[in-house]
């Protein structure tokens, strides 16, 4: 159940209290409780401080309290410290995005795939930045490797969507879009529009 599922990441700490892992997992579990899973978090990386995902915790908890600068700053630090960590760089990547500062979110995007050239979300994650960046044609060959190898990343599809969308290739566009949906991602009410305007224009040529 739910309830046995939290408390099976809550609890476990009393069983293994030196454990990194454990306190790192109870953070994620309590992450509601911002005080609770930072102290959780915090208490992770004293215990394994080359474990990456503490650091991607408090992070994220930075972000939810609206310091951006604290975010960005910790992972700047952290990947200056563990540079080679793929989930920091592309934690930190995402992070970027979001915030559309796309450059900086391409830097560490080319550290991560030297590390891990093959990682289909590090490559999904280059194809939505060089979309931000104008860079139609290599983001089309990104997001394409990405699902070729991961064809479950429904992040990848609407992004891909779209740019089928701009090449003039609305059926490609309306099936990336289904199967972006088919895998749980939310409507796209503008795309899913210009989807259909592009498909109704095609066949009334």
Known sequence: TPGDFHHRYTDAVEDRPDDGL?????????????????????????????????????????YARGDLFSAVELYEQTTARLPRSRALRLAAANQ???????????????????????????????????????????????????????????DAYLPLALLYLRNGRGADADQAYRKALRLGQEEDAALATS??????????R
């Open 96 to 154: 970027y995005i979001e915030l559309r500062l796309l450059v900086q979110a391409q830097r560490h995007l080319q550290v991560g795939l030297r590390l891990a050239e093959d990682d289909p979300e590090l490559q999904a994650a280059m194809g939505k930045t060089q979309i931000g960046l104008g860079n139609d044609a290599g983001a089309l060959r990104w997001l394409e490797g990405a699902l070729a190898t991961e064809p479950r990343m429904a």
């Open 22 to 62: 454990a306190w790192y997992l109870r953070g994620r579990a309590l992450i509601a409780d911002r005080e609770e899973a930072k102290r959780c978090l915090d208490r992770s990386i004293e215990l394994e401080p080359n474990r990456p995902w503490a650091y991607v915790g408090l992070a994220y908890l930075h």
């Open 195 to 204: 989807i259909r305007v592009a498909l109704l224009t095609t066949s009334t």
